[in-house]
């Protein structure tokens, strides 16, 4: 009995949370080992499906990393970094755009598929979904590496509304047609700022954003953010992460939050129970203890 | 961590139900200690908040005797029974329907209101609900007491569309105006059946239909039902309530549950998980197997 | 011959009423000997039913003083009035809630259906449409005796556009469940005011407000209205009726009349014949003679 | 005070017609006396605003005989009558397009405006209305005399539906654009059965259909109809009205009256009150006393 | 296959019209050779009914000076002119009516009918589409010849959503119903103006506006047009023409042209060819070069 | 002037075609020179928009044998063929899916783009739109090889609806995720029939289906087809072609072409003139004379 009254703790928890995001778009960016590891690929498939049948639009945008590398690899492309970020000539682009396109992308609809949702796997070509241009790298020009100059959401819109849960590859083009690889994080905050989302996850492989001691911040306004990467407390990879996580807040969209990805159904534990799994960045601090009492009560937790 | 991953468990159990649910009209005959508990009746109406939140629709009919009974009392009416059955004349009839409509059932409304619902309390005669006639205890006229004749759910589909709980005094009148008090559970079915709602719950104060060992029954056949009763095996007040419960399914009601009040949320445990709280009544032996994950597992469970 | 061509006239008369008012609210308080005498109920009954047949849309706010009264006596509550007010303990409520929620309201929705209305009746509590407070009366307090906070129109909206004639009893509660028993007078006034009704009617036992000589005054404006309860010549009950009206006025209203409710048809009267049947109360003296050629030839009848 | 009663007696009166045809098509063919005189032109522009804005579809079919008489006279056409049909040449068709078009057609529609309503006036040809071919009479050819092959009704439907009153000359044209002139009471009968008209009112210059004694006779049946007019007792121009009666009672619509067009309001007092001014004919005997209590006392009244 | 390379350089050449023009309004000002030559009507009405099909809509104001006359002669109503403007007693405008609403636009809904389109024909009195006033021309009184005072389009949009071509004969009433005949460019004009139309199209008899040296000025600013008037190089029949033009621009409509109806399909192919049949009147200089190529090229032509 | 004429009769033929088709749905399948020619696929692109723009609704189903073999090559997977058919391992099929739904159908969606249209490229796997299944060719399994088990249409009826052109790879999936390559020219006979297509339009390389002398043939029933087949006289690659025509016929498919794709705007050809550019598979003899005039003048044109 005491077990059938904690189950029913759990869906009243869950309630408040079902109510606020209720046909509201949350923008889960995708990648990782949750990409990779197979248990984790099932509990996402599976939380992205839950998340539809509530009535929330999930819309995903994936990464491809590791995947491109090997595929590069098998054709005997060598590829050359500068400042961190893979040069890209012609012959990689297009390797890069079957990857993720037509391999990556096709893989999570199928995923989602097999456990009873319904995908349609679409690249920022598609539609004229992402407008791109050429990216310079402190002024070096890496090639088809490149930037968002515009989202024109409509055709993620009309496949929310018919029920697909869309799926996106950060692949954008220009007026001439030639294509671009963007950073999958940089096109999540994008699409998530033009489709005015309420949520912007982006699953990482790390806990969230350590302090100093390794000891997980649960919140971080916008000025905080700035200032630990000034002062190199946050470096690495997740320094263009939080970049994206502030762009996305100013940019409108409602909550922004950089979650552990290793965790089982960390997308449901995030949207749907008081203590999430990250860190979650808030315009200012007021936000942590207003609005939303998730905030207080994790914050309490620690 | 592992608490989290039993949240999740909880929440991906309810999935299923939830997509089966979504849009559909679940009745609910309230009454007994639900209705009279302080928790039970806290959690009532969070349950009933959070299926409306989930888009499911739910619809309350309310009984009222021992309420009714203190109000004779109050007022000085003696109240004679025949077989069972409280003799209504006309001056209790208007405490009756004072009673039920002007106190119990605004009680409910407020009560769902206070948990953030949004209810709308009608009797029978609102909007032609309930079109009802004298009803004759094996020929004994005993008043006021009716018969559902006809039901007329337009006023409870039109507040289930515009987001309203509609909560249903068991009350009708006849063509020339005369009211009637009509038994709940019996509303309830009829009600369920002119919706042709998903499910019908009774809510007693018991586990569910026993066996002469005093044994929960999880399932029942139809033909069972009618074998136990007039075996004697079912007896007193479940009689009626499994009369009410058969003619329901007969009349395209998809699923009914007799479940046990007492227990805390039990509504909400009935619905959204595998092992349910109480008896369902099932149209044939195969529909304990068959379309239904819910049936096999809790037939296991015993 | 003549006949005819008279009924042709009295239909003619009648189609500019029914053009300006079609698809309008118009809140109606019923009380009194309308609400009590059999013939005028069924005129009562009549009337409403044609508005609404003509796709007007009224909506009923009753009142209940005498038969609290004997309720009360009945069982043997006894009643202090401090300022005219009945001192309303919790007991007490309990009474007015039972007998103006369940018996008055489904008695006038059972009259309005016996005629071929479709009436849905609920109280101030349901679809969470009066929060109320406690009233001070000259700062004593008299219990359970409210003022209207907030009115949520939402669900008599809804009932209007469903085809239903909403039946509203005046009562509300507070945030923590507290009933309140308010002035019916008021509920119509600011119902009319939250739905922007077209036409507030209050129908009283009197030909409608009369100067020192007794004679009918048929257009008073604000000024007026002030003026004269401030000298005097406005007195007793109909002071917080004239308060009422103003306050509907200033607060949106288009048009609100003060009218003899034992006039057969009253209603209809007022609102499809050029002659009314009462007082009206305009917001400022051009009124009389400008947009509204009913104004004038009552004027000139007078 | 009388006088107010009888008023609101006449509107409870018309409330049932009301109500049964709101949002349904009358037809009305519109001709002789009550196009020409002046008071009675206005009667009927009144009375088709009014039905308009109560939500009824009136739809007026007009004829024009004597002024295409003159017209012809005047631009020195002479015409040739052959069994009682104006032998029409293409000059005379020519001449009687205009008239009926142009002139007629134009002046009823402004005659409507100018009472406050909106009307459109079509002829058979606008929209594909009516097709038509040579009507042989006896099998001798009057020129472009011609019958109803087909009623699109398209046009007048959506005229209808966007809130005027359209208003149709009866003219129609075949395939090859050759015009023809036919006769309004065929055109009116064509047309309320394409439409599944509710009611055909068919406007004259006599009581009704008489008996032999010049009594008029409220009610006949179809067989009644055929009866005398083999008999000889319905004889002249009645015979093709009663015939078009007949065929549109065949042809699904639901009530047809002839009556008098020199009655002022005459369609409003058939439609809104229980004794209507002429003669109904009804599909059998049955139909009298039966769904229309109309019938009855307008039976009573002789 | 060069033919066929070239047939699809036809359709390529019309797509950037089809889709600039798709869903808008075409007003056409239709008179002259066009209506009077049977090869030019076939060809105007194919012209309308491939618009039409295209999704464009194209809406038709016609003139028929040329048909009133013979109609007068022929009823021996002797014209006066005055000013160059018709003397239109009330005998005249009675002729006036009927050959304009009764046969000319009834001539053209057959025309289009005939080729497979839907049209309805108006006259401004239908719907209340043009309230007129008499026109008094340097002060004098020449009867029943109007000015638009206001158009009201209703009936017009509630045609063209319907999938009818809307035919409009230039006649308007006042408030008591008295008849005007118009111009038909200006009504052209003005009912362009009300629709918001994208283009106004004036068929005349001339290849377009000449300079003095009778060449085709394919591009006249409003401005170059006034001076050229006023310089009295345009002049005669031309100078109402070109104000209608310039008022349309001044009232709101994309792009105005008085184009030659003498060429077969000149609508069809000012619309959809870069290289036009006429004069284009723009709004300023930039006009020319800036939006729009089909400018440059025609210019580039010359 | 006569080359205007010569324009306005190449729109004037287009009409009856463009209205036949308006809000239908044409699959076309496209692949060999048309998707590899710089030209062409320009004209393809070209005409693809302005079928979109004039109402119709494309759906391409694309091929890519070609790319696929040169992309194999790259990563040095070795092919081997069984009778005519790429065997195909998962390491043959992850680089299929790449190269099919990453490369040519992203190239393809831009090139639509790139020219105004607004296309969104999918696979099978997205929206469930098509599960497969092993193809054994002659008993002999070839790996993953597909064919299709059934068609779910709905993710391209929404992208259609939202004016986007859908843009189909050829791959399928079974139950378990497991990735099928389908014939291209089997998956747009399926897709026409599940999407009820007024057209299907196989593009190849060959001027048509040509008799023994070479001669083109312009019209072949079923019938005929199935005996030349059998006959030996089409052969090779055409005769699957052929079956995929017959195939979509009998499900349903209004007309189906086999055109010669190397001419330029063959597309539009087809569909827009008389005298199409290849072959049309009809049901029975009838079809060719009937209701359908472009037949016979291609039949007189040879």
Same mark, same amino acid.
Not at 213 to 218: F, G, I, N, S
């Given at each position: 009995m005491d077990a059938l009254i904690a189950k029913a703790e759990v869906l009243l928890e869950a309630l408040p949370y079902m109510q606020r995001f209720a046909g509201r778009t949350i923008v889960v960016k995708y990648g990782g080992s949750a990409m990779l590891d197979e248990e984790l690929k099932l509990g996402f498939a599976q939380d992205i499906v839950l998340l539809k049948s509530l009535g929330l639009h999930p819309v995903i945008v994936h990464g491809g990393g590791p995947q491109i590398g090997k595929a590069l690899e098998r054709v005997g492309i060598e590829t050359r970094f500068e400042r961190g970020m893979r040069v890209t000539d012609d012959a990689t682009m297009e390797i890069v755009e079957m990857v993720l396109g037509g391999q990556i992308n096709k893989g999570i609809v199928a995923n989602i598929e097999r456990h009873g949702g319904n995908a349609v796997g679409i690249s920022g070509k598609d539609g004229n979904l992402i407008n791109a241009s050429k990216l310079l790298i402190d002024g070096v020009d890496v090639g088809r590496v490149g930037k968002v100059?515009? +989202?024109?959401?409509d055709v993620i819109e009309r496949l929310r509304e018919a029920g697909f849960v869309p799926v996106v590859a950060p692949i954008g083009d220009d007026e001439t047609g030639h294509s671009f690889n963007i950073n999958a994080d940089v096109v999540a905050s994008e699409v998530a700022q033009a489709l005015g989302a309420a949520k912007l996850i982006l699953l990482t492989d790390v806990p969230g954003i350590l302090d100093r001691?390794?000891?997980?911040?649960?919140f971080l306004t916008i000025e905080d953010c700035r200032q630990q990467v000034e002062a190199g407390a946050i470096e690495g990879g997740m320094v263009p992460k939080v970049e994206c996580a502030c762009d996305a807040l100013e940019g409108g969209v409602g909550q922004v939050h950089i979650i552990d990805?290793? +965790?089982?159904?960390a997308v449901l534990l995030e949207i749907f129970t008081k203590t999430g799994v990250g860190t979650e960045v808030v315009r200012d601090p007021q936000d942590e203890d207003q609005d939303d009492e998730q905030d207080d009560e994790q914050a309490e937790a620690d």
């Open positions: 100059e515009k +989202v024109n959401p001691d390794a000891v997980l911040q649960p990805g290793r +965790v089982s159904h």
